[in-house]
């Protein structure tokens, strides 16, 4: 059973959300206050999907009400057909909790039958089983979010550089700027292949067109002030937690500089063991 199959759950206010995004970011599957009794349904359907779902992080807690006692059924289920799981329990002080729900100004699930204070006591009273059962507990009370992140990625044995993901589009100014980019680098001030014959009807993808790009000695001490410059900042960038990092590299047309130096740009970053794309995003226009 290759699947990663992570159930979040303890008490409310203690940071399960915080959680599930996380767990969005790393590339899992994630299911937010699914009853336990559709647990076991929920892998066989993980199963069926024959591996096109590797990493599942899902949320059950409290809010599914009396449904929450069928918790230790579901997880026998899981264990009878072999089905691996890891549970993660998020727990919190009193004190703190109280204070993130008035913050908040949410309502404590159990407050009904009760103020906040009796609602988190019982809370804790009905997750005392599962709690016996965790992989692993957090106590949230003096943490924060970036610290929990970092315990998660502690946890799952994710390599930081695998938390960020990175997308390097190469373009060209004349067809407009991506609205979207966290970093841009203009390479037009590189020799350009477009006034080379032989090389106008080619991209940055042909390996002709890449050693003209890269022959110059200029383009040598750009790529060394690049690679230089993205080493510093991406560790800087997931230390802030950011999960999502876009990465532009434009010339005139988008059909030869900027198409050569986003490849090498990618090639490197995936040595480095970053998750990393690249879309070419105008190699196709004239």
């Known amino acids: 059973m290759d699947t990663s199959f992570l159930i979040i759950t303890g008490l409310s206010g203690a940071g399960k959300s915080e959680v599930i995004k996380a767990c969005e970011d790393l590339g899992f599957f994630c299911v937010d206050n699914l009853p336990p009794a559709l647990i076991p349904k929920f892998a066989d359907m993980v199963l069926q999907a024959g591996g096109a779902i590797t990493k599942v992080a899902l949320v059950s807690d409290v809010r599914g009400g009396l449904f929450f006692d069928d918790m230790s059924h579901a997880l026998e289920e899981l264990e009878q057909v072999g089905f691996g799981y890891t549970i993660l329990y998020l727990e919190a002080s009193e004190e703190t909790l109280i204070r993130r729900f008035k913050l908040t100004r949410r309502r404590h699930p159990l407050a009904s039958e009760g103020g906040i204070v009796d609602g988190i006591a ?100 750009f790529w060394q002030k690049l690679t230089d410059m993205v080493s510093f900042l991406l560790p800087q960038y997931i ?48």
């Open 122 to 221: 019982e809370e804790r009273r009905r997750l005392e089983q599962i709690r016996g059962k965790a992989h692993k507990i957090v106590d949230t009370s003096a943490i924060s979010v970036k610290e929990l992140q970092e315990q998660l990625l502690e946890f799952l044995t994710v390599r930081k550089s695998e938390a960020l993901n990175v997308s390097i589009v190469s373009f060209g100014f004349k067809h407009g700027l991506p609205l979207d980019l966290d970093l841009l680098f203009d390479v037009r001030f590189l020799p350009n292949p477009h006034y080379v014959e032989s090389l106008r009807p080619l991209t940055g993808n042909e390996p002709q067109v890449y050693e003209y790009v890269f022959k110059w000695p200029l383009a040598e001490q």
């Open 239 to 286: 230390q802030e937690g950011k999960s999502q990092l876009i990465i532009g590299v434009a010339c005139s047309g988008g059909q030869h500089r900027s198409v050569a130096m986003a490849n090498r740009l990618r090639d490197y970053l995936t040595i480095q063991n970053y998750q990393v794309r690249v879309e070419h995003r105008d190699i196709a226009k004239r």
